[in-house]
């Protein structure tokens, strides 16, 4: 697990303020905002780990916190957009549903406003993920397929994937068997030409795997089993503190 002092980030907190005050006077040198894009790098990049590896969205929310006044000193929409819909993500896990899509929304229209269509589209899966949180299936329904839709048209292999796995996730929450089956066998076709982030891998192992526990089809559910348990024994020998967030696996009668 990341762990920092109060003293460490009382440190690192005063050192981004000091340079923001700069960049908002106006007196920031090229020297000192490279010195402010590596420094906030490094508080978003611990947010980003806090969350991905150890499903820790409270103090995720607080290193991204710090992370987005400076690029707003900076006038960075594009970043700015960035930490916003994943701080919406994790006002979802901690169950402020509303906040959170509130949020999604400013950076959806951030992107809009910069015609950055990828954002959006990136957005418009977190706001599925908040929606799923809240139980709204439909409207996770909704916004994943127009995001599926953009990177389609894109023709983003990986992207579909990690829409794919999240419809995956979808079909089995509302019951639907027979939909789940048929995207996980094209999604599993493209899943072994691309060479896939781990996360993605061991998310569609998971639901390979209660997709199969459902039929009750024991060589397969203890194939995508083991295959999701690799994954995972092979990142927690990384960190013994490892634990990422999954997908749910409740599936309706």
């Known amino acids: 697990m990341i762990t920092f002092s109060q003293n460490q980030i009382d440190s690192i907190c005063q050192v981004r303020d000091n340079l923001i005050g700069k960049a908002k006077n106006k007196t920031l040198s ?5 010195t402010l894009i590596k420094l906030v790098f490094e508080i978003q990049n611990r947010g980003f780990k806090l969350e991905e590896n150890y499903s820790d969205a409270l ?6 916190d710090n992370a987005i006044p400076v690029w707003i000193a900076l006038k960075d929409t594009s970043m700015y ?45 977190d706001l599925s993920k908040v929606y799923e949180q809240e139980a709204k299936i439909d409207s996770a329904f909704y ?35 027979s939909n789940a089956k048929i995207l996980q066998q ?7 030409i691309n060479k896939e982030y781990w996360y993605n891998q061991m998310n569609f192992y998971y639901l390979s795997y209660k997709i199969n526990e459902y039929d009750n089809n024991v060589v397969l559910r203890d194939k995508y089993y083991k295959l999701y348990q690799d994954i995972l024994s092979s990142q927690t020998k990384k960190d013994s503190n490892f634990k990422p967030r999954m997908i749910t696996n409740s599936i309706s009668p």
């Open 81 to 125: 957009a960035n930490l916003l819909k994943f701080k919406g993500l994790l006002l979802g896990y901690i169950g402020k549903h509303y906040e959170a899509k509130l949020v999604i929304r400013q950076a959806i229209s951030l992107y809009t406003l910069k015609n950055q269509e990828f954002g959006v589209a990136v957005s418009y899966f």
């Open 143 to 177: 916004f994943i397929n127009l995001a599926l839709k953009y990177w389609v048209t894109k023709n983003d292999t990986s992207r579909i994937i990690g829409q794919n796995i999240q419809l995956i996730n979808l079909y089995l929450k509302t019951g639907d068997i």
């Open 59 to 64: 103090n995720s929310l607080v290193w991204i």
């Open 30 to 34: 090229e020297k000192d905002k490279k």
């Open 186 to 192: 094209y999604t599993e076709k493209n899943l072994r």
